[in-house]
């Protein structure tokens, strides 16, 4: 422990000395006045001051003033060394920044066990003074990286703005991460994709496997997929890169140029809901899978829902955030709730629809993010596409032998190398749908020589698959 005497008087400055030295303390230094003593304190660093209080130059109360003001958060303890012991005086020592007094002459045993107190308290104060460093660096490099990551999110999660005038959407994270997610892209055909999901729990664990969702749904959008290979293609994606206890509940929907047709796959997400114009909820678009990133390649079922809108109708999307609010009251809003909020307002936006939910909080802190998506069938302004086809005449011709044919999926191979590499991406959904009748018809009949009339009672449909 270094510790600073400061006494105008050489003499109780050695007699302080020689009495810390004999108590252990050897690491000692001296002042003859204020102004040598501040000198030393801020090139030396004392954890303790041994102040006298008269002294030429600088008396002991401005001295005790600088230094307290020098060594910052840091406790630094000054004993003053006095022989007054009036009340007043003793008082000003103590407004000018002492923390503690010994009368003159010093007593061997008190100054000690002072020195010791203050010890342990100026020893208290360095390690707290360390730990809110650590902790200012660590709130700095965790800020940086949330603006980092944020701004990746921003470009990489971003909507294409051109698509606002058919969709109405809110995302409202319930932290800084969003863990509902929503994606919009055109399709090559003239319609549009959309998708509205949401991960296990909500800030940034469960914002992060966002990423690879949003890049495969681009990526996939583009080429034309249907909603089918969308989501095997994300499913797989997810249960490669999600832990166990993690999963995505997801709805993709996709319109196609006419504004009219929708095609829904809805894996653990609450009902979609089709509006009419008047306000009338007509059609609950339920979940019939379960969500993605659980099941394996061999249990997972990705068949769509189909349903023929008129104009003016709506297709209202939203994440369980919502459906689960739960008021002062603890009653939860449920399906019900936003079905009445809903029923009868052909006409109310997302935002509206925000501000009730917000009024039916109340005081309450919301727990979950709330995504809402709602869609006006209408028609789409034709759309230029970027992908042209080749010109140059091309044939393609694949042998396959039994185990090509067990092992893998010649179609969905052949259709992505045509599209990728001929500029075909604006007619992959028909080409898949054609080709996979042709293969299928050429494969059940003309390899394995099945029977279509089997198929015509029950048993013999089972038995024909």
Not at 291 to 310: C, Q, V, W
């Amino acid at each position: 422990m270094r510790i600073l005497v400061v006494d105008d008087d050489a003499i109780n400055r050695f007699l302080l000395i020689n009495m810390l030295e004999q108590q252990g303390y050897l690491d000692t230094f001296e002042a003859e006045d204020g102004l040598v003593a501040v000198e030393l304190a801020q090139r030396l660093k004392p954890d303790l001051v041994l102040l006298d209080v008269v002294m030429p130059k600088m008396d002991g109360h401005q001295v005790a003033t600088i230094l307290k003001k020098l060594t910052g958060d840091i406790y630094l303890p000054i004993i003053f060394i006095t022989a007054v012991d009036d009340e007043e005086s003793l008082a000003r020592c103590l407004e000018a920044g002492g923390d503690d007094f010994v009368s003159k002459p010093v007593n061997k045993v008190i100054l000690t066990a002072k020195i010791r107190v203050h010890a342990r308290t100026r020893l208290l104060s360095k390690k707290a003074a360390e730990q809110n460093k650590q902790l200012y660096f660590y709130q700095n490099s965790t800020e940086r990286e949330h603006k980092i990551v944020e701004h990746i999110f921003a470009n990489a999660l971003s909507v294409d703005k051109s698509f606002t005038q058919y969709l109405d959407y809110c995302l409202n994270p319930a932290s800084n991460f969003n863990g509902d997610l929503f994606l919009a892209s055109a399709s090559p055909t003239g319609g549009m994709y959309f998708l509205i999901g949401d991960f296990t729990g909500h800030g940034l664990a469960s914002a992060i496997g966002a990423l690879p969702v949003s890049q495969a749904f681009q990526t996939m959008s583009r080429k034309g997929l249907s909603l089918m290979e969308m989501a095997e293609t994300i499913n797989q994606t997810l249960l490669m890169l999600l832990p166990d206890d993690m999963f995505f509940a997801a709805a993709i929907v996709e319109i196609n140029n006419t504004g009219k047709q929708i095609d829904v796959w809805n894996g653990g997400m609450p009902n979609l809901l089709l509006q009419d114009a008047s306000g009338k909820i007509m059609k609950r678009l339920v979940s019939r899978h379960m969500s993605l990133g659980i099941l394996e390649a061999n249990e997972f079922e990705s068949d769509t829902e189909r349903y023929e809108m008129k104009f003016g109708d709506r297709l209202v999307a939203f994440s369980d955030g919502i459906v689960e609010l739960e008021n002062q009251n603890k009653d939860m809003l449920g399906d019900d709730g936003i079905e009445n909020w809903l029923s009868g307002q052909p006409d109310i936006s997302v935002q509206e629809i925000i501000g009730k939910a917000t009024e039916y909080l109340g005081s309450i802190k919301r727990k979950d993010d709330i995504t809402i998506v709602i869609f006006t069938s209408q028609p789409f302004e034709p759309m230029v596409h970027k992908y042209m086809a080749s010109k140059i005449p091309i044939k393609i011709i694949i042998e396959l032998d039994a185990e090509h044919i067990k092992l893998a999926d010649p179609v969905v191979d052949l259709v992505n190398v045509m599209t990728n590499q001929l500029g075909l991406h604006s007619i992959h959904s028909d080409l898949f749908t054609v080709l996979s009748e042709l293969y299928n018809n050429a494969l059940e009949h003309g390899v394995l020589e099945l029977d279509s009339a089997l198929k015509q009672s029950e048993d013999g449909f089972f038995a024909y698959y």
